[in-house]
DNA sequence: TAGTGGTCTAGACCACGGT
DNA sequence: CCGTGGTCTAGACCACTAG
C-alpha cells in the first residue's frame, strides 16, 4: 500500500529532477497543487514535507515554496550500511571479516549494548578493489551467536541478520571525526601510520530500542565524505537536519 | 505566538529528559495525551514529530511511540556558526581574519555563487585559547562590501551580517570528511604537516535560495566531531536523517 | 480482536510576504 | 490588501502490533 502522499511527493520530485522546477524557481501553492491532484491540503503538504526532508525545496511562511536543489539524495538510512550504499551508487565492492571473538562487555559496553559478553569483530572493506574502510563492531550478546554463522566473506551483514533473524536496524546515532591511522589500521588501508582517516562512531538499536551494536569505522581519506542538507527556522514537519548521505 | 504542539512539544520532552519516560519506555498514546492537553490528535502528532526529528523517541504503526534517547540535541541550524554553537555550549572561544581580498570568481565558485567578483577571508578560530579552526571563506559578491566593514576580530559573522543588513543564512549543505594539513594548516593550528584534520565544505543560501558563500572549514583532530541521529523506514513527519550538532 | 499509529478529508483562523 | 503557508480541529478509515 503505496500513500497517496508518496505518489504526489515522487511526481512533484521528478518534475524538479527533470528540470521542470529550476533551482531558484517556485513551486505551485498548496492550493493548486491539491487542485490538480485532487487531494486534500492536509495531503499536499505532507507530500512537499518529503521533499523538504530531501533538502529538494524549502519554505517559509506567507511565501511560495521555493526549489534548493536537483540532485538526487538518496535518503539514507543506509548509513548503517556500507554494501547498500556501495550498491545504490552502483560501485564494486567487499569485504572481509579479518578478526572475530567473543569477550566481555568493557564498562562503556555495558552502558551502550547492555552488559554481559559481546562480539567483537574486525573487518576490512573494499571499493572498486581498493581497500576502503576498517570496520571495528561490537555486537551484543543476542545477536552474536546470528552474526557467528555468516559467512567470512559476507556481503552485507544489515541485509544477512534481517534474513536469518528478521533483525531490523532502525534507529542509529553517529560521531564523526577524523583521526590519525594506528598502525593496524594503515597496514590494511596501505597507507602511512598517522595519515587522515575519517571516522564514523555508531551505535544501533532495533525498533524497540533494544542496542544492537556499536562500531567504529575508519574510512581511507578521500575515499568517502558525508553530505548533509539542513535549514534553519523551519517547522517541525520540515524540521529534518538533513538527509544524510555517502559521497564518492 | 508560540505554536500549540511546540508547548506540547516543550512538556513532553522536558519529561523525557527529567526520566518521568525512562529510555525504552512507552510513551503514552495518541489519544491520552489529546485527552491531556485537550488538543486534537493532530496537534499532538505534530508535536512527537518535533521530538522524532530531535531522535528522542521512535515511532512505528500499530505500537506506541518509545523513548530512545535523552540527551538534548541540540537542534543545530548552528552547524553554520561556530560562534552560536561555542557559546551555547558554553565554551570560550575567539576568531581572527589572517587575510581578506576580492578576486575574479573561479570556474567552480561561479557555478556556486552566482559568478563576478567574489570576497576570499581566510579566518583562524580558537576553542578555551587553543587554534582549533582554519575558515576559508569565499562570498558572493553581493555580500562583500559589508563582510568588509565586520572588524577583523567579529566573533560570530553571521550575527553581524544579520544585523548589519538582516542577511539570514537559510539553507546549508555540508561534505564532512577528512584531509592531511597541508603547510598552512599546520602552521596556523599548531600541527604537523600531514596530520589529520576534520573538513566540513559548505554552501549556504538565503530563504529566497540565494547563494551567500561557500566555505571551507578544516577542525585540528579531537577538537570537535558531528553527531548525527537518524532512522529508518521513518514517515515523512519523522523522516529526518537526524539532528546535527558538533560534538567538543 | 482491541488498541495504536498512519493516512486523508474539509474546513477554519492566523501570521507573514509581497504588492 | 490579497495570496501564501502555518496551525488547529473533528472526524473517518485503514494497516499494523500485540495480547
Do not use: K
Not at 529550476?22 to 485532487?38: D, K, N, T, W
Amino acid at each position: 500500500m503505496v500513500a497517496r502522499y508518496e505518489l504526489i511527493a515522487d511526481e512533484l520530485r521528478d518534475e524538479i529532477l527533470s528540470g521542470a522546477h529550476p533551482v531558484g524557481s517556485q513551486l505551485p501553492s498548496e492550493a493548486e497543487l491539491a487542485g490538480r491532484f485532487r487531494a486534500a491540503r492536509g495531503t499536499v503538504r505532507q507530500a512537499v514535507a518529503v521533499l523538504a526532508a530531501e533538502g529538494l525545496v524549502g519554505s517559509r511562511q506567507g511565501a511560495r515554496r521555493i526549489v534548493l536543489g536537483n540532485a538526487r539524495s538518496q535518503s539514507f538510512a543506509e548509513l548503517h550500511s556500507f554494501a547498500q550504499w556501495a550498491r545504490a551508487n552502483g560501485h564494486r565492492f567487499g569485504g572481509q571479516v579479518i578478526e572475530q571473538r567473543r569477550r566481555p562487555a568493557s564498562a562503556a559496553e555495558c552502558a551502550r549494548l547492555g552488559g554481559g559478553e559481546v562480539l567483537e569483530v574486525l573487518r576490512l572493506r573494499s571499493l572498486e578493489g581498493e581497500p576502503v574502510l576498517v570496520e571495528r563492531t561490537v555486537y551484543a550478546g543476542w545477536v552474536a551467536a546470528a552474526v557467528e554463522t555468516l559467512p567470512p566473506g559476507c556481503e552485507s551483514v544489515t541485509e544477512a541478520l534481517y534474513d536469518s533473524i528478521g533483525l531490523v536496524f532502525a534507529y542509529g546515532e553517529h560521531l564523526i571525526d577524523a583521526v590519525p591511522a594506528n598502525t593496524r589500521d594503515a597496514d590494511l588501508l596501505g597507507v602511512r601510520r598517522g595519515s587522515p582517516l575519517l571516522r564514523q562512531r555508531r551505535t544501533t538499536t532495533t525498533h524497540e530500542g533494544r542496542p544492537v551494536e556499536t562500531s567504529d569505522d575508519r574510512y581511507r581519506a578521500g575515499s568517502v565524505a558525508f553530505s548533509i542538507r539542513n535549514s534553519i527556522g523551519a517547522n517541525p514537519l520540515v524540521r529534518q537536519a538533513g538527509d544524510l548521505r555517502f559521497w564518492p
